[in-house]
């Protein structure tokens, strides 16, 4: 990656730090200093794994993410939602119902972030059969891609050639749009998460690559915008007759290990 392309998601507020090294204690490519009293992140050396956050005692490191708002800058308007997501609420709460308040809050679209897991899983077992390289390393996680960019370079080669699923995800929603006629100037394509990693992986695509998201949207808050309505609603509030499944067991899957032959 390019350096005019870094982006990272981790930021630290600087009239809360009082550069107490518990930070620099835990990064894992010790990408943090202390400076005149405050914490300072390198951008060349963070992979963005959020330990940093974790281990702050004050809640001075935080993921920077976009103002809602942001979405309505685009007549299409398309969350990338993983299905842990739809975890969070109620098993009585329908997938539907969620999807439909979010519809309602302003996305025109909403696609699974794991909507095309089938796909990458497929070209994940016919890479593993067809190299000689061992041992392969997955790209599911940016973290560990960075991690191993910065700290053992020497493995770059067994990364995986494969995109994310959230990648793969937009790259697909952008193309189906593009086949129906929409414009992808109208088109705004925002990924919901709290993941400081995939931030940073996402929002340092150049804006002609086709995984290039508008956005993203912090998964607390939009969760706690979805329950607010949902918690107000009339029993008697009709939903709309959306297509189903929006999620499925493979998607649901995907994150868990020694599943689909891999």
Known sequence: MCKDQLYHALK???????????????????????????????????????????????????????????????????????????????????????????????????????????????????????????????????SIVRLVQIKFPGLVNNIMPLKSPAEAAVVYVRNLLKEQGVESAKVGVFYVTPCASKIAALKSQPSEDPSFVNGVINMNFLYNKVYHVLKNRSSDQSLENHPRPYLFSKGLEWSLTSLFGY
């Not at 405050?38 to 963070?46: E, S, V």
């Not at 519809?103 to 067809?130: C, Q, Y």
């Open 12 to 142: 630290v507020n600087e009239s809360v730090c009082y550069g107490c090294t518990h930070c620099m204690n835990v990064c894992p490519t010790q990408a943090i200093r202390i400076k005149a009293g405050i914490a300072d992140i390198n951008d060349q050396r963070c992979v963005d794994c959020g330990e940093c956050l974790r281990a702050c005692p004050v809640k001075a490191i935080y993921v920077e993410q976009d103002d809602f708002s942001k979405i309505f800058d685009f007549d299409v308007r398309v969350a990338v939602l993983p299905s842990v997501f739809v975890g969070q609420f109620s098993k009585q709460i329908a997938e539907s119902e969620i999807v439909d308040v979010l519809k309602e809050l302003g996305f025109t679209h909403v696609v699974p972030a794991e909507a095309v897991v089938d796909v990458i899983n497929d070209a994940m077992l016919e890479h593993h059969s067809s190299t000689a390289e061992k041992p392969l390393i997955s790209s599911f996680c940016p």
